[in-house]
T-cell receptor
Framework: DAGVIQSPRHEVTEMGQEVTLRCKPISGHNSLFWYRQTMMRGLELLIYFNNNVPIDDSGMPEDRFSAKMPNASFSTLKIQPSEPRDSAVYFC????????????FGPGTRLTVL | LAKTTQPISMDSYEGQEVNITCSHNNIATNDYITWYQQFPSQGPRFIIQGYKTKVTNEVASLFIPADRKSSTLSLPRVSLSDTAVYYCLVGVRNQGGKLIFGQGTELSVKP
């Protein structure tokens, strides 16, 4: 099993540009989570999906952030327009949703907005 | 979700047993206690989960007293590779899966 796959691993962009982060969850997992990690704020849950449906997006910082999960094997987190304060490591995680709430994290995308 | 409190950092030496205690005074009846480990430049990784008493796996042991207001993660004979941040989380198992990560405990293992 390849685990949770995220792309790109690193992204450097300029303020105002659109950024799209991608995630492929572990096959068979029906819940997907997007987190953001910074030194100042730690690891924050942004949004999560169950069976491709957004359940809780209360952690999404503002309207510039949006997330989609068009099917069980793919999700995107988009920032438009990006700002320097969005610089962080973004993690995607998935879980089976049955018998355990263990979340499996991807390697993360390090985003730098100049 | 119950709030957790754990030490910000701990130091240890190779071969020692490390115990990290987490306080969760407002834990609810249905809440489970879960610990994750995060190495630099990697995502968090599940270590262990328990509800009461003691749980042990190949990586660690988790001790939970009867009142469940705290828990202790025990790492036997740590090595340099155990240097990481350890997070204690409390939440309802199988209920949406929402987990709230606190600041964690940064464990530094020295030779």
């Amino acid at each position: 099993d390849a685990g949770v796959i995220q792309s790109p691993r690193h992204e450097v962009t300029e303020m105002g540009q659109e950024v799209t982060l991608r995630c492929k969850p572990i096959s068979g997992h029906n819940s997907l989570f997007w987190y953001r990690q910074t030194m100042m704020r730690g690891l924050e849950l942004l949004i999560y999906f169950n069976n491709n449906v957004p359940i809780d997006d209360s952690g999404m910082p503002e309207d510039r952030f949006s997330a989609k999960m068009p099917n069980a094997s793919f999700s995107t987190l988009k920032i438009q327009p990006s700002e320097p304060r969005d610089s962080a490591v973004y993690f995607c995680a998935s879980r089976t949703g049955s018998h355990t709430d263990t979340q499996y994290f991807g390697p993360g995308t390090r985003l730098t907005v100049l | 979700l119950a709030k957790t409190t754990q030490p910000i950092s701990m130091d240890s030496y190779e071969g020692q047993e490390v115990n990290i205690t987490c306080s969760h005074n407002n834990i609810a009846t249905n809440d489970y206690i879960t610990w994750y480990q995060q190495f630099p430049s990697q995502g968090p990784r599940f270590i262990i989960q328990g509800y009461k008493t003691k749980v042990t796996n190949e990586v660690a042991s988790l001790f939970i007293p009867a009142d469940r207001k705290s828990s202790t993660l025990s790492l036997p004979r740590v090595s340099l590779s155990d240097t990481a941040v350890y997070y204690c989380l409390v939440g309802v198992r199988n209920q949406g899966g929402k987990l709230i990560f606190g600041q964690g405990t940064e464990l530094s293992v020295k030779p």
